[in-house]
DNA sequence: AAAGATTGAGCGTTCAATCTTC
DNA sequence: GAAGATTGAACGCTCAATCTTT
């Protein structure tokens, strides 16, 4: 009908790499928190958090430290360690050296949480991720998601922990 | 699916492919959103909804298909194009063919919209995962991304309906 | 009865404002 | 004043129930 210039798009194969990609940025979280919510009714980000505070030392993170591990805002954080206090896996107390942080501690029943969750969890990553995968397509996704990350984000925490 | 005699564990440099995985499923919608709703005060799915319809034929589509085209649940795709269509960019009518159907019609406003749009979004796709890959990266992300899809949803698009 | 679509309630995230401690 | 953390309101998504058309 009008005679607008069509919007610039992405060529041919582009087009297919990006379809992919959006594809797995949408499916693989929705199933990945699908499993945790049915077999440990937990979301993915509650899970990040409980499996953090597993791998410290003293099973313990400042409230700071921990969103940045989680990967999320540190006012998201307060929320959800909130429900987790509630639900007995997580107790807050002010650090002894500098009272504005709040230090994070999972409690023994959290370790417990982690511990029956952890299984059923990486046997999902390896189902979606690993399994389908040729060990040098592996190799390749590792090498890929370093580079895209490094260019969203090229001096966050995460690349560095990408080495 | 039944249980796992014995969980496996992530190996080490899985681990590393991994965590630079959920780098890229947490980072690249977050700063991609970010663009569209600085740039255009859009979200990404309205921007996949908005541009959905430009590349169908009149500019239409009913609103089941235009669902699985931008990946999303009627439901939630019934409330954006509510939104959408206050802001007069899409307009819908029930389809004279079958009743059932609702016919989601971009508007020329709306047109405007993904012509005025497209370019910066697309070239913040290249910047982000484009440019950093080399050609036989490209080409492997493809190659992964549909192979990571098909584990995850072995039955196609109707796979959303499964709980 | 079945399929497409919409609606409202419930819930989690985001954002801005606030509070505390240094 | 600055940084860490929390809170409440606004907004969007999810889920189940409902309505319409076939």
Same mark, same amino acid.
């Given at each position: ?12 194969? &582009?087009? #297919? %790499?990006?379809? +992919? =990609?959006?594809?797995?940025?949408? @499916?693989?979280?929705?199933?990945? *928190? ?11 980000? &509650?899970? #990040? %958090?409980?499996? +953090? =505070?597993?791998?410290?030392?003293? @099973?313990?993170?400042?409230?700071? *430290? ?14 959800? %360690? ?8 997580? @107790?807050?107390?002010?650090?002894? *050296? ?66």
């Amino acid at each position: 009908v009008d005679d607008a210039p069509e919007p610039r798009r992405l060529e041919g194969d &582009e087009q #297919q %790499v990006w379809l +992919g =990609l959006t594809g797995v940025l949408i @499916r693989l979280p929705a199933v990945l *928190d699908a499993q945790l919510q049915r077999d440990a009714g937990i979301s993915h980000f &509650e899970y #990040q %958090v409980l499996a +953090g =505070l597993s791998m410290a030392d003293d @099973r313990t993170l400042r409230m700071s *430290d921990l969103a940045t591990f989680a990967e999320g805002s540190l006012a998201r954080l307060s929320q959800v %360690v909130g429900r987790l206090e509630k639900r007995g896996w997580i @107790r807050r107390t002010p650090d002894p *050296d500098d009272g504005r942080y709040t230090l994070a501690i999972l409690t023994a029943e959290g370790w417990d949480k982690v511990v029956a969750t952890a299984p059923g969890h990486v046997e999902a990553v390896r189902q979606h991720v690993f399994d389908p995968l040729t060990k040098a397509q592996q190799r390749q996704l590792g090498d890929i998601t370093r580079r895209i990350v490094g260019a969203v984000d090229p001096h966050g925490p995460c690349a560095e922990k990408l080495r």
